[in-house]
């Protein structure tokens, strides 16, 4: 049993590797829409007291998040990906990430914020999302910085904290066209 599992895992790292690779490809060629998932925080939901506007009243990047958040900033550097702009929801760990990341002031964008709980806001938001990813048409890449829940309910995939999914529009939805995991 245990050699089947060491198998399974040894025939899965390639696939991860090379879909990060892949990955990188498009992100060198430019002109892609990158969902990046906050980096790594210090707990699993905000507290009661939430507030938009107070760091000290949201969950935050740990520390390993922050490494993290400057590893992503290091390879996007070293791989040569260029960014034309960063857009971010307006959560503290979104726009820390973005900022430790690419060391430059993101521009809040509302839809990227959590989605909300009503289904008519919900799909207002990711009406908005795919407005703007259907929007773009740059020569570098279009980073967004958001949630899990997010990513979830525009790809369907469920990346990792501070991983990128690469996406283009798709008919009335994105195609995922590779994953970075940092």
Not at 161 to 167: S, T, Y
Request: charged share 20%; hydrophobic share 45%.
């Amino acid at each position: 049993m245990i050699r089947f599992v060491l198998a399974l895992f040894l025939l899965t790292v390639p696939v991860a590797a090379h879909a990060t690779d892949a990955g990188w490809a498009l992100l060198r060629d430019g002109g892609h829409v990158v969902l990046l998932r906050h980096a790594m925080v210090t707990g699993t939901t905000d507290p009661a007291s939430f507030d938009i506007d107070s760091c000290a009243n949201q969950i935050n990047l740990s520390a390993r998040g922050k490494q993290q958040a400057s590893k992503i900033g290091a390879l996007f550097a070293a791989r040569a990906a260029p960014i034309e702009r960063v857009l971010s929801s307006r959560y503290c760990r979104c726009l820390d990430t973005a900022r430790i990341a690419f060391e430059a002031e993101p521009k809040p964008f509302v839809p990227l914020d959590l989605l909300k709980g009503d289904e008519t806001q919900k799909a207002a938001q990711i009406a908005a999302i795919m407005t703007e990813i259907r929007a773009y048409s740059g020569s570098d890449n279009l980073i967004m910085v958001t949630h899990l829940e997010n990513i979830v309910a525009l790809t369907g995939i469920s990346p990792r904290e501070g991983e990128a999914v690469i996406v283009e529009p798709k008919g009335d939805g994105l195609r995922v066209l590779g994953r970075v995991t940092f």
